[in-house]
């Protein structure tokens, strides 16, 4: 195993971006599944696009570490556009694809009699669990978080990438 593409960690600064993804990545100590010198487990393997220069990151650390501006969420105005990489398998999930893993639980729950239409009361946030993702990782169990997984190939999401979803999509 002397050739794992794992091992292969490349450091991008703007203007630059690493040429081993279809799209403008950079980032820090970057491997080839998207983990990078900040988030580095297993499930780490989420890179999500910023607004400023549309281009994408493992994380704000690594924004803010390749470029010299201000980190900018991905506008809501753009939430059907790409804003999101599955650094397992490549693909693009849009903002609203990635995002509404959050919400299909809570639609389901809550879909009867509801008047619906216009009522952005941002439901995903009353869920606390800031600890737990971290036996769940450990556990390497996945059963009931089929919600963090790339809906292309399966591979498990961090589920606490959506805990700081504020960082990254504009709420
Ligand atoms: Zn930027
Ligand atoms: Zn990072
Ligand atoms: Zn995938």
């Known amino acids: 195993m002397g050739t ?3 091992d292969d960690r490349r450091t991008t600064t ?3 971006t690493d040429d081993r993804f279809a799209v403008p990545l950079r980032g820090v100590a970057v491997d080839a599944e998207t983990r990078c010198a ?4 297993a499930v780490d393997v989420v890179a999500l696009r910023f607004g400023c220069c549309a281009a994408y990151y493992p994380c704000d650390a690594c924004h803010e570490a390749a470029t010299d501006h201000e980190a900018e ?8 556009e790409p804003a999101v990489l599955c650094g397992a398998c490549g693909a693009t999930l849009t903002a609203r694809e990635y995002l509404d893993g959050d919400g299909e639980a809570q639609r389901a729950s809550s879909s009867e009699g509801q008047s619906p ?3 952005r009361a941002s439901p995903g946030d009353s869920r606390a669990k800031p600890d737990d993702s971290e036996a769940q990782r450990a556990s390497g169990s996945r059963t009931q978080s089929s919600d963090d997984a790339c809906p292309r190939c399966d591979a498990a999401f961090n589920p606490g990438c959506r805990a700081h979803r504020d960082r990254y999509f504009e709420s």
């Open 117 to 119: 239409s216009g009522n």
């Open 14 to 16: 703007a203007p630059a």
């Open 4 to 6: 794992n593409p794992t």
């Open 73 to 80: 969420p991905w506008p809501r105005d753009r939430f059907d």
């Open 38 to 41: 900040h988030w580095d487990s």
